[in-house]
């Protein structure tokens, strides 16, 4: 398999025949489809998005930002980044988290390198410090704009990631870490599957989970990183989220999930399911991806077989680990 950036295509900008474009846009719409699940366009439906339409011809926002721009809990509040697509749905969410009354905030996922957006997280921010910043996992829709941010924050400011390549500073993120500024306490969960350096904070105050790309507001995600990691990191937030009764997941794209415990049922036996599939087509005789795919996804357009082939992919390797 190849090295894969998931969650932020670049829009292409290079001008090609109408005829080209609009083929493009119904295979984005069908994958879409394929790997978010019809929820997921109803979604941008009701909020607006035509899918058909390239962002970049747009106003650069989507109609419905309302419902994801400034939700949140009592501690945290959504700056929606101006960067809808097909893998990062509305936008990113940036996450601007603080204590009632306190003058230190923490921001995590600056997002995109945008001014606009950077300056709108500034404002959200208003005339509190910016105590931290601090990034859910690598991917630059999450992740670009953090160090320049922190510039704009102020000179005291750092950014914390499990990556090194993704720290300014020299402080990192690792299981068990305890994040505070201004009063506010977040837990460092190591959570990797959609990326190797993925974590999870765990704001107990809010009974909240900043999930990152792990866990998003509607959908299913992709996978950059391995199976068998995903699976246990799902078992393990489906874990918290019965212990600690937790009331809401505060995801990387997409609304915030009310309802934790079904919504990572759903996403643990959507994985199972797949997963069955394909173990059931390697017991008839399949021995490749593509020969994988040629059965399960027989119903699926052949342009999408390429994309079907990767996370087919992982799963055989996730099978062929556990022997
Ligand atoms: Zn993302």
């Known amino acids: 398999m190849g090295r894969r950036t998931w969650c932020c295509p670049r829009t292409p900008r290079t001008t090609t025949r109408r005829g080209d474009a609009v083929r493009r846009d119904h295979l984005k719409y069908a994958l879409l489809r394929r790997v978010a699940g019809s929820s997921a366009l109803r979604h941008l439906e009701r909020v607006g998005w035509n899918p058909l339409r390239h962002p970049d011809h747009g106003s650069g926002r989507m109609g419905g930002m309302s419902e994801i721009d400034g939700m949140g809990t009592e501690r945290a509040t959504c700056v929606l980044a101006p960067n809808p697509s097909m893998m990062t749905l509305d936008?990113?969410?940036?996450?601007?988290i603080g204590e009632p009354g306190a003058g230190e905030v923490a921001v995590v996922d600056p997002g995109p390198k945008d001014p606009r957006h950077l300056e709108r997280i500034l404002a959200r921010?208003?005339?509190?410090?910016?105590?931290?910043?601090?990034?859910?996992?690598?991917?630059?829709?999450?992740?670009?704009?953090?160090?320049?941010?922190a510039r704009m924050a102020g000179d005291h400011v750092k950014v914390r990631a499990l990556d090194p390549a993704h720290r300014l500073g020299d402080e990192g993120l690792a299981e068990g870490d305890v994040v505070t500024t201004g009063g506010l306490e977040l837990r460092v969960l190591e959570i990797p599957?959609?990326?190797?350096?993925?974590?999870?904070?765990?704001?107990?105050?809010?009974?909240?989970?900043?999930?990152g790309?792990?866990?998003?507001?509607?959908?299913?995600?992709?996978?950059?990183?391995r199976l068998g990691d995903y699976l246990t990191t799902l078992d393990r937030l489906?874990?918290?989220?019965?212990?600690?009764?937790?009331?809401?997941?505060?995801?990387?794209?997409?609304?915030?999930?009310?309802d934790p415990a079904g919504v990572l049922d759903t996403y643990i036996a959507h994985r199972r399911e797949r997963l069955a599939?394909?173990?059931?087509?390697?017991?008839?005789?399949?021995?490749?991806?593509?020969?994988?795919?040629?059965?399960?996804?027989?119903?699926?357009?052949?342009?999408?077989?390429?994309?079907?082939?990767?996370?087919?992919?992982?799963?055989?390797?996730?099978?062929?680990e556990r022997g």
């Not at 936008?91 to 601007?96: E, K, L, M, Y």
């Not at 600690?244 to 505060?250: K, R, S, Y």
């Not at 040629?294 to 992919?313: C, F, G, H, I």
């Open 91 to 96: 936008g990113t969410n940036t996450w601007v």
């Open 125 to 149: 921010v208003g005339d509190r410090r910016v105590g931290v910043v601090l990034l859910t996992h690598r991917h630059p829709d999450h992740s670009e704009g953090a160090a320049k941010f």
């Open 193 to 211: 599957g959609h990326t190797d350096d993925s974590v999870a904070f765990w704001l107990p105050a809010d009974r909240a989970v900043f999930t």
């Open 213 to 225: 790309d792990t866990v998003l507001g509607y959908g299913t995600t992709v996978l950059d990183g």
């Open 238 to 258: 489906r874990a918290l989220a019965g212990e600690e009764d937790v009331a809401t997941l505060l995801p990387g794209h997409g609304p915030k999930i009310d």
């Open 277 to 320: 599939q394909v173990e059931e087509a390697v017991r008839n005789g399949a021995r490749t991806a593509r020969e994988v795919v040629e059965t399960v996804y027989a119903d699926v357009d052949r342009k999408l077989w390429p994309a079907a082939e990767w996370s087919v992919q992982a799963q055989l390797d996730y099978l062929a």
